[in-house]
Nanobody, 120 residues
Framework: QVQLVESGGGLVQPGGSLRVSCAVS????????MGWYRQAPGKQREQREL??????????NYADSVKGRFTISRDNAENTVYLQMNSLKPEDTAVYYC???????????WGQGIQVVVSS
């Protein structure tokens, strides 16, 4: 059974950095897509914002609001996807979710969400 376990969130001051991780337990066949989404306070699940994404073999894409500050990456050896967040702003406060898609089945796997709070 596949599980995505997120870690690394927490409270950080404006201007600070955090790295959130999404560790995959089990096997996702032929990963074709990875993405990080966030759900801001008071927003519904349908209003999750795509923050960063990457199709296997392609360049990463970022929301304009995080471009130049966030970086998505993948460590194949550790079966983990990362989101490095620098120069954090209060408006980055949200629950962050990772999404990994199997290219073989088309199924999306989601993490449980990790809270990031940017506040002084």
């Amino acid at each position: 059974q596949v599980q995505l376990v997120e870690s690394g969130g927490g409270l950080v001051q404006p201007g600070g950095s955090l790295r959130v991780s999404c560790a995959v337990s089990g096997t996702i066949a032929s990963i074709s897509y990875m993405g990080w989404y966030r759900q801001a306070p008071g927003k519904q699940r349908e209003q999750r914002e795509l923050v960063a994404s990457m199709f296997t073999g392609s360049s990463a894409n970022y929301a304009d609001s995080v471009k130049g500050r966030f970086t998505i990456s993948r460590d194949n050896a550790e079966n983990t996807v990362y989101l490095q967040m620098n120069s954090l702003k209060p408006e980055d406060t949200a629950v962050y979710y990772c999404d990994i898609r199997s290219g073989k089945t088309g199924r999306d796997y989601w993490g449980q969400g990790i809270q990031v709070v940017v506040s002084s």
